[in-house]
């Protein structure tokens, strides 16, 4: 049972990456699925998180109008689409997963809530 995220590497300024998070062991029709991610230096923050059924997701101030996520059930894989690039995006990426019931606008970006993640991958936003 795990998640497994990729996609990161290293991005000009206004670029573009996509990150999938892969589950393997169980699948992630019945889970909300985040993304956090975790700057050097600094706390983890909640990037976006989306609901199982993909009618519903939240973000972070930081990322709202550059950031897409979304799921595809038949491949169990969540992706996050993240725009326009900027050098503070630069982080370790994780991606977590929890029982959907358990994830609402007021927990979403709570790492204690999520029960399940992926080992992280590494973006880095530079020219």
């Known amino acids: 049972v795990q998640l497994q995220a990729s996609g990161g590497g290293l991005v000009q300024p206004g670029g573009s990456l996509r990150l999938s998070c892969a589950a393997s062991?169980?699948?992630?029709?019945?889970?909300?699925v985040a993304w956090f991610r975790q700057a050097p230096g600094k706390v983890p923050e909640g990037v976006l998180c989306?609901?199982?059924?993909?009618?519903?997701?939240y973000y972070a101030d930081s990322v709202r109008s550059r950031a897409t996520i979304s799921r595809d059930n038949a491949k169990n894989t969540v992706y996050l689409q993240l725009d326009s690039l900027k050098p503070e995006d630069t982080a370790v990426y994780y991606c977590?997963?929890?029982?959907?019931?358990?994830?609402?606008?007021?927990?979403?970006?709570?790492?204690?809530?999520?029960?399940?993640w992926g080992q992280g991958t590494l973006v880095t936003v530079s020219s």
């Open positions: 062991g169980f699948t992630l029709d019945d889970y909300a």
């Open positions: 989306i609901k199982s059924s993909g009618g519903s997701a």
């Open positions: 977590a997963a929890q029982i959907d019931a358990w994830i609402r606008a007021g927990n979403w970006n709570l790492r204690r809530y999520y029960n399940k």
